[in-house]
């Protein structure tokens, strides 16, 4: 692959509640486009394309297009050439995945991506109803409140069936999650507070949801954005040189992979049945990035931003990363291998569960922290010096599922 360089970027706050202020989806993308331009330090001029990763701003906003703001924000880019990508939860990741092909196949020096989700307008049962579209309609969670902790569920069951589960490991996930968040200054849940108790199955300190997935087993319903200016090798070069940086520098898309399935959940189980893994495309997805990264397997990087919509998606994530047998994700959750200071930190960022999962922008917010990691610009959430480290974002019951790695040479 072409390299692709990541210059620079930004997030909002995810605490923000944007109608309540006042202030809607327009207003979010420009917010999160002018701060991702100035912290890259480039010219809107200079941006050759953009991307839009957005899930459901048609149900939450009424507002489609969203790819025609870029305009709006800035004269300059009155006839940029766009484009809107929608893959549910995973929308962000495959926005970047179309700028890296432009990129890529030479058409442009450099991209702009902004994800984007817009979701705290309305009622907890009305969020869940729209989110509920990237699930098969009328074909599954047909008879729930809640369609995606009861799909989750399902997951879950399917552990419990092929090899066993227990509470109190999917219980340390969130509690590491909300942990990691206390010191993300743009994270969702910074500020709560957490009694003792609370990550048991305490009814009453901790609500069932649907099944056996809690309330601190959930990710949050979130507003936010975020954005990525990516590069060519030759204009990161110059953008280097101009800031006396060298180029083994600055961040680059080392690796990526991406897979699909069928939108079914139940069809995914059934094609996997007998299979140590629930879901063996995230595996070959997680090994199509690494060997494109020229890397041996998974502990050659320094940590992972996933997808944890739910604290089994994360657990789902350490077994088919190859991080530890299939059904023994438990064991480096007990051994404190993913935890900040273990030796394969998950979400030092505090994950959808901590830190918020505004749809469509999780993918670049995740690739965003990666790039802070390994540049050491992290903040309080830095790790002890990583190269290199990845993402997986996942759209659906695992349905489109991406994985970028992303690292510097020096």
Same mark, same amino acid.
């Given at each position: ?92 990741? $495959? ?7 432009? $990129? ?69 996930? %969130?509690?590491?999650? *909300? ?41 949050? $319903? ?24 060298? &180029?083994?520098? $600055? ?19 059934? %094609? ?17 990035? &690494? ?18 919509? *739910? ?43 901590? &830190? ?33 480290? %990845? ?20």
């Amino acid at each position: 692959m072409s390299p692709v360089y990541l210059l620079g970027g930004a997030q909002t706050d995810f605490a923000r509640n944007w109608a309540r202020e006042g202030l809607d989806i327009y207003d979010m993308f420009a917010e999160v486009l002018r701060a991702g331009v100035a912290e890259a330090g480039i010219e809107p001029a200079q941006i050759g394309c953009g991307h839009v990763g957005n899930f459901v701003g048609e149900l939450f906003t009424r507002q489609g297009l969203l790819n025609g703001f870029f305009g709006e924000v800035y004269p300059e880019l009155n006839s940029l050439p766009t484009a809107r990508h929608e893959a549910a939860c995973a929308s962000g990741s $495959i926005a970047l995945l179309s700028a890296m092909r432009d $990129i890529e196949a030479g058409h442009y020096d450099t991209a702009c991506v902004v994800g984007l989700e817009y979701m705290r307008n309305v009622d907890g049962r009305t969020g869940a109803e729209y989110l509920g579209a990237a699930a098969w309609q009328g074909r599954e969670a047909t008879d729930c409140d809640f369609p995606w902790p009861h799909l989750f569920d399902r997951i879950t069951a399917e552990y419990e069936q092929r090899h066993g589960i227990r509470h109190e490991h999917l219980a340390r996930i %969130a509690e590491i999650n *909300f942990g990691n968040a206390k010191d993300n200054p743009n994270a969702q849940t910074r500020g709560w507070q957490f009694p003792v108790g609370c990550f048991s199955e305490d009814d009453s300190l901790n609500p069932v949801v649907e099944g056996r997935v809690r309330k601190l087993d959930c990710g949050q $319903i979130t507003d936010g954005a975020a954005c990525l200016i990516l590069a060519s090798e030759n204009f990161a070069r110059q953008w280097a040189s101009d800031r006396g940086l060298q &180029l083994a520098d $600055i961040p680059r898309i080392k690796g990526w992979g991406h897979r699909s399935a069928p939108i079914l959940l139940e069809h995914k189980l059934r %094609a996997s049945a007998g299979q140590p893994l629930l879901f063996p495309h995230v595996q070959s997805m997680f090994q199509d990035a &690494l060997r494109r990264a020229g890397m041996r397997g998974v502990n050659d990087l320094d940590g992972l931003e996933t997808h944890d919509c *739910f604290s089994v998606t994360e657990y789902m994530a350490i077994d088919h990363s190859g991080l530890t047998a299939p059904g023994e994700s438990w064991k480096a959750i007990e051994d404190g291998r993913i935890a900040r200071d273990g030796d394969f930190p998950i979400n030092p960022s505090g994950g959808l569960i901590g &830190l918020g999962h505004p749809v469509g922008a999780t993918g670049v917010r995740m690739a965003l922290d990666c790039a802070r990691q390994v540049s050491g610009r992290a903040g309080a959430c830095q790790l002890p010096d990583p190269r290199n480290m %990845a993402t997986f974002n996942l759209g659906g019951s695992a349905t489109t599922c991406v994985s970028l790695i992303i690292g510097v040479d020096a």
